[in-house]
């Protein structure tokens, strides 16, 4: 603890400010020759200070181009005596976005390296391979310094696996959400070592699919060095990650206990692997992972879990044959019964999600999102009785209309098969698509069937009687105890990023649909009982009363979504920039030039809730769309406009401030149809670089990335640069095809400057607004300047 507090002492550790290239690395190199001091003969440690530029293409965030120079990497070896041909890494960074102190995200991993590179230096035992510990510096300048360090330092070469420590929230356990790709004995590796472990292929699928807006310097490794690994991240109370709130005292000693007791744990055991130095031999397919309550971990290679899967389908399908073929002469009937009932469950489904789905809109298009931002339990009581009341109510409706003189047992029986129908059919097909979470499929066919085949007997008497209604909880204890593990660790990961998803995705039936599919998974073999028992309506009426007065609660306002609570604290976040703006034309003339504050709300309330505090936004012009310019012609500091609903930027007239230097120092034509120009900029250390080739024009080339330029989402080029200390001034060159004629210009270049850090942070007209924002919110404020030029 006493690393994270002298750590996030510093203050925020922005790529490019002192505290971060100086005070943070400093204090780093200080612990580390302490540590160094006091090692035993056993270990040699070496140290090197790594400062790399380079240049990269990433398709996150609807996809653009990296540049960085002059960046912190400090580099930490430690190996046996006599040296060692190979390594494995370990991964933390020490700088954090702007305005926070970045306890958790993520000092405290980098707290947990000293421990452990201090702990291992210790020890009078060798490792048979090498510890690289790399403490990176920009990683929240989207994965710079881990770029810098796989592609660029010489240590690199030796690396045949790495762990990666990371936080989507805030202290809790940490969670093993990434391995591979392939290399099973990876896995393995943490199954064997980890003393606490708690790891979800689940988890992986989810944010490898791109749902979640975030990404880990996980995939700087496996994609630009093609190295395996592990990535693990704390992911409790996300609601305070990024934000002011993020300190050292948060983050509970347990926490930190635990953390460094799985990750010493296994990076004992992977220094000292055979398996380590020749871990490409061991590249053969993908692995099935999950623990078990946090007690163990299951682990098994796909493949295996294939044939598992199949299996099982292939014996379910073979038990519903059975059941249909017999009596033969009533096959027909039987497989009729069968299909309605698999029709009627899979309409029911599809009925509560539309009528959930419309209340989750209703509830957005009032303006009341989020109510259940900071009482999760409004959620369930809202959403969650919705889909059970109209899941009881469609099969009631069946029940009483469609099947109104049909023996009750028979329907029991039936409507079993058809949920078993539906769960089989989801396990080959997710099967055959090779997810590795079809193993929760299996889990809710292999149950539930041994369980229909054990007490086959009471499903024929007549009536839900208490031995039946047991022994059928006892059977599907373990798909449901799982099934309900799993739901807390999805909500207690997306839950908090509704609120930091931006202003377009409606984080209400984002949330809806969550609950209704697990409702849907939860009730699937309870749907059955509606026609076993006598009356559902009791239970119907009970639901609808909840739901109807939670509904009528949420609209009323009562429920509001931020929390100013100091021990817990779920803030609303807002983005302020400080803008000055000037736009060129074709020969140079400024053509327009404008100042003030552009605010945008970081969820899909935008500033609705900030207005009635500070109501002089309301008198403020908003501002539209720059057709003809990039980006609209407003200074993103990422390519994330597509997230934001652009009605919510406002900017009132201010001042303006000093704009980036951008030379044109060479233009040309070359064979007549191309134009290649230089340019220069010389700026703070975090700038934008936005590109739009004129009607006709094409940009062919540029001295960027790999040399091939990569659209954003929209169609505009984008570049995002930062710099250390001391870093000279960026040169780089594009080259477009254009037309012959090309009056009204070939491209259109602009170029966004910000300051993160310091005396030009924020003005005086920036602080005074900042004030007036309400405790419940975390404001992050900044300036910058925005120039158009045509050429």
Request: glycine content about 6%; some cysteine.
């Amino acid at each position: 603890r006493g690393y994270l507090d002298n750590i996030t002492a510093i203050g925020p550790r922005t790529v490019g400010s002192p505290e971060n290239e100086v005070l943070a690395v400093n204090y780093l190199l200080e612990q580390i020759r302490g540590i160094e001091r006091e090692s035993t003969d056993a270990h040699k440690i070496s140290v090197d200070i790594q400062r790399p530029t380079g240049s990269f293409s990433i398709d996150f965030l609807g996809g653009f181009t990296s540049y960085y120079a002059n960046i912190t990497n400090v580099v930490v070896k430690l190996e046996p005596r006599n040296g060692a041909e190979h390594a494995v890494l370990s991964n933390c960074h020490f700088d954090s976005v702007p305005n926070t102190p970045g306890a958790s995200d993520d000092a405290v991993s980098c707290a947990v390296m000293l421990e452990i590179l201090n702990t291992l230096s210790k020890s009078s035992e060798s490792l048979q391979h090498a510890v690289i510990f790399l403490f990176n510096g920009a990683e929240e300048n989207i994965l710079q310094a881990s770029h810098g360090f796989i592609t660029q330092h010489e240590w690199a070469k030796s690396i045949r696996a790495f762990i990666n420590l990371e936080a989507a929230g805030v202290g809790g356990k940490e969670l093993v959400f990434q391995t591979g790709p392939e290399n099973p004995w990876l896995v393995q590796a943490y199954v064997v070592a980890a003393k606490h472990p708690f790891a979800s292929v689940v988890a992986q699928e989810i944010f490898q699919s791109g749902i979640i807006p975030a990404d880990t310097d996980f995939r700087i490794y496996r994609d630009f060095g093609n190295v395996p690994g592990i990535d693990l991240a704390f992911i409790e109370n996300g609601y305070i990650y990024h934000t002011e709130y993020d300190t050292s005292d948060r983050i509970l000693t347990d926490s930190i206990q635990r953390a460094g007791d799985n990750i010493l744990a296994v990076l004992k055991y992977l220094a000292t692997s055979e398996k380590l130095a020749k871990s490409f031999e061991y590249r053969h397919g993908s692995v099935v992972f999950f623990d078990i309550l946090g007690l163990f971990v299951l682990a098994y290679p796909a493949r295996v879990g294939t044939i598992m899967n199949y299996i099982t389908a292939a014996v379910a399908f073979f038990y519903l044959s059975k059941k249909v073929l017999q009596p033969k002469p009533r096959a027909v009937h039987n497989l009729k019964k069968l299909l309605t009932a698999f029709s009627l469950t899979l309409t029911s489904w599809v009925c509560t999600l539309v009528a959930v789905l419309m209340v989750a809109m209703f509830v957005s298009i009032i303006g009341r999102a989020l109510s259940w931002y900071t009482h999760f339990y409004v959620s369930v009581s809202l959403y969650g009785t919705a889909a059970a009341a109209k899941l009881i109510l469609v099969h009631m409706l069946a029940k009483k209309f469609f099947y109104k003189n049909v023996n009750e047992q028979y329907l029991g029986d039936v409507f079993f098969d058809a949920s078993l129908m539906i769960w089989s059919i989801a396990l080959a097909v997710m099967t055959q698509m090779g997810l590795c979470s079809a193993f929760i499929c299996t889990l809710w066919v292999a149950f539930p069937l041994l369980t229909k085949l054990m007490i086959h007997k009471e499903f024929s008497q007549k009536g839900a009687t208490i031995k039946f209604i047991v022994m059928y909880m006892l059977g599907m204890f373990v798909p449901y105890l799982y099934m309900l593990y799993l739901s807390w660790t999805v909500f207690e990961m997306f839950t908090p990023v509704m609120g930091r998803s931006g202003s377009e995705i409606p984080p209400d039936m984002v949330l809806a649909g969550f609950i209704v599919i697990f409702t849907m998974i939860l009730s699937s073999y309870f749907i059955n009982f509606i026609y076993l028992v006598k009356s559902t309506k009791t239970t119907l009426v009970t639901l609808t009363t909840v739901f109807v007065v939670t509904l009528i609660l949420v609209c009323s306002g009562i429920f509001f979504p931020y929390s100013s609570d100091a021990a817990n604290p779920k803030p609303k976040r807002v983005f302020l920039q400080h803008t000055s703006r000037r736009f060129h034309d074709l020969d140079g003339n400024v053509v327009k030039s404008d100042s003030g504050i552009w605010i945008n709300g970081f969820d899909y309330n935008g500033i609705s809730h900030i207005t009635p505090y500070v109501p002089e936004i309301n008198d403020t012009i908003r501002t539209p769309c720059e057709e003809q310019a990039p980006f609209c012609g407003l200074p993103w500091i990422l390519p994330v406009h597509f997230m934001f609903r652009f009605r919510m930027s406002r900017i009132a007239g201010l001042h303006r401030r000093k704009p980036a230097a951008v030379d044109i120092s060479h233009t040309s034509i070359i064979l007549r149809a191309e134009f290649h120009s230089t340019l220069e900029a010389v700026s703070p250390s975090h700038m934008s670089l936005y590109v739009r080739p004129r009607a006709g024009s094409t940009l062919s080339r540029w001295s960027l990335g790999d040399g091939i330029p990569v659209a954003s989402l929209g169609g505009d080029y984008f570049v995002f640069y930062s710099r250390g200390l001391h870093a000279a001034p960026w040169h780089f060159w594009v080259e477009l095809t254009a037309p012959e004629k090309h009056s009204d210009g070939i491209v259109s270049l602009a170029i966004a400057a910000h300051y993160f850090f310091g005396e030009d942070q924020k003005s005086p007209q920036l602080y005074a607004l900042l004030e007036k924002f309400p405790n419940w919110t975390f404001s992050s404020g900044w300036s910058c300047t925005y120039d158009l030029f045509v050429f």
